[in-house]
């Protein structure tokens, strides 16, 4: 091979080498989880305010969530939401992934399972923020239908400071009582 080819392999070489490592470098890490998260008190229902647009919850409103401890110590979640007017539920399973009780990995088809991490939660347990580590999905929820707008925004911003985009979230359709009723 001629200096000139040579020279002109090492460049591309370069320029390949150099575009991979800005591609790497935009990569963003993991958002942060909520600290100290005590699953039994995180046990119950919650009502989903807001989430990122889904095609599994194509079509729902008055979504839930419900969590209740197993017997071999996982977590069983149901879900559910009104479609067409009719109730619409999914059952799967819940378990603490690397050892921290704010990182679960849910199971709704066997056998496959989802990250999902808990970004941030009330003192009190009245709000959750829940969100996948891609970034690719996210929920707001709450243990009433409703939360105060002051409350909502404070949580939309602690989305966008752990690298979510707040302009994706879409309110849900709530109503004070149950979908299962």
């Not at 046990?43 to 409103?61: D, H, K, M, N, V």
């Not at 999914?90 to 690397?98: F, L, N, R, S």
Request: hydrophobic residues 40%.
């Amino acid at each position: 091979m001629s200096r000139a080819p040579r020279a002109r392999a090492s460049a591309l070489s370069l320029l390949a080498a150099l575009l991979l490592a800005g591609c790497a470098g935009r990569e963003q890490a993991p958002p942060a989880v909520a600290n100290d998260v005590d699953l039994e008190r995180y046990l119950g229902t919650w009502y989903e305010i807001a989430s990122y647009p889904a095609r599994f919850q194509r079509g729902c409103s008055r979504t839930q969530a419900h969590y209740a401890r197993r017997e071999d110590g996982t977590l069983l979640v149901r879900n559910e939401c009104r479609r067409d007017g009719e109730l619409a539920t999914i059952e799967g399973t819940a378990w603490v992934a690397d050892e921290d009780p704010a990182k679960l990995r849910v199971r709704f088809f066997w056998p496959f399972s989802a990250p999902y991490w808990i970004l941030a939660l009330d003192p009190d347990y009245r709000w959750a923020l829940v969100g996948t580590p891609d970034r690719r999905y996210l929920w707001v929820l709450a243990r009433t239908p409703a939360l105060e707008e002051e409350t909502f925004r404070a949580i939309v911003d602690r989305a966008a400071g752990r690298g979510f985009d707040p302009a994706r979230l879409v309110r849900t359709e709530q109503e004070a009582t149950s979908p299962s009723r």
